[in-house]
């Protein structure tokens, strides 16, 4: 059964840094899509970043473009997001999520059958 856990999550100010940690088990495939989601209070949860392990691709969204990265350590089992310049606008519970390797958009919630129990970051100063 595949477990999903994420770590890193905290209080930072505006333009901190934190590195989120997803530290998944229980794959059957070495193929596979990592995707991180946030929901800020009161909003729907969005796309965030996401990694494809069939070609190693990433995705990013325009609203954190050139501040967030995602990457992976395979020896880990572990895919990060880290997160440079934040606002107080990326404040939010941070998910990772993962499904088949293959499908529509990689922020389709819908094709996410697995999902980590989120961790709380929070931009202020």
């Known amino acids: 059964q595949v477990q999903l856990v994420e770590s890193g999550g905290g209080l930072v100010q505006p333009g901190g840094s934190l590195r989120l940690s997803c530290k998944a088990s229980?794959?059957?495939?070495?193929?596979?899509?990592i995707g991180w989601f946030r929901q800020a209070p009161g909003k729907e949860r969005e796309g965030v970043s996401c990694?494809?392990?069939?070609?190693?691709?990433?995705y990013t969204a325009d609203s954190v473009k050139g501040r967030f990265t995602i990457s992976r350590d395979n020896a880990k089992s572990t895919v990060y997001l880290q997160m440079n310049s934040l606002k107080p606008e990326d404040t939010a519970v941070y998910y990772c999520?993962?499904?088949?390797?293959?499908?529509?958009?990689?922020?389709?919630?819908?094709?996410?059958?697995?999902w980590g129990q989120g961790t709380q970051v929070t931009v202020s100063s």
């Open positions: 999520a993962s499904r088949r390797p293959y499908g529509t958009s990689c922020f389709n919630q819908l094709e996410y059958n697995h």
């Open positions: 229980g794959f059957t495939s070495d193929y596979y899509t």
């Open positions: 990694f494809k392990s069939t070609d190693g691709s990433t």
